[in-house]
C-alpha cells in the first residue's frame, strides 16, 4: 500500500460563532466544539483512507482559550499518524477576533479512527509522510501517544468490568 502526504487528508473549516451556539459565559459550548472536532476528523480519516471510519477514541479536548461570537472559528484537521487500520488525526482550533484580526489557538484535539470495510471490520490504511515541522513534530511523538491510549485503554476495560449494569432506580 502506497503512503499518502499529511496534507492530502488535510481538512479546515471556518465559521462564525453565534450566540446560540454559547453558554452562559458568552463562550463557545464545549459540547458544540467537541461535536465539530469530530465531524472535520472523520472527514481527515476519510480522505486518508477512502473508506467508512468510526471513532475508536478522543484521547483529548483541550479548551485553550475562551471562544466568543465576536470571534470566527476555524478548525484543521488531518491523520498524524497511522498503525494497522487506525489512524491518529489532529485537530486545531483557531480563533480569530473579527474585528482586531487576533488569532489564538483556541482548543487541540487528538482522535484515533479505524477504517472499515464493506462488511464493517478492520481495513488497512496507508502509511502518513509529513513535510512540514508541526506535522513532522505530531508525527515523530504520535508513538508515545499510542502508547499511552493503550494503557488508557486497558484502564478503561478494567474499569467497566467493575462496573454495574443494574437500573440505578431499581
Known sequence: MESK????????KTSHVFPEATNNHNTL???QLMRDIDDIASIAAMRHCRSE????????VDFLHPITPDDSVCLEAYVTFTGKSSMEVFVKVIAEHL???ERHIGATAFLTFVSLD????PLPVP???PESEEEKNLHETAPARAE????HRQASKELAGLLTTEKPWE
Open 5 to 12: 502526504y499529511i496534507r492530502e487528508s488535510r481538512v479546515v
Open 29 to 31: 459550548f464545549g459540547g
Open 53 to 60: 471510519v468510526v471513532t475508536a477514541s478522543t484521547d483529548s
Open 99 to 101: 474585528l482586531s484580526g
Open 118 to 121: 464493506e462488511k464493517k471490520k
Open 127 to 129: 502509511k502518513v509522510i
Open 148 to 151: 499511552k491510549r493503550k494503557e
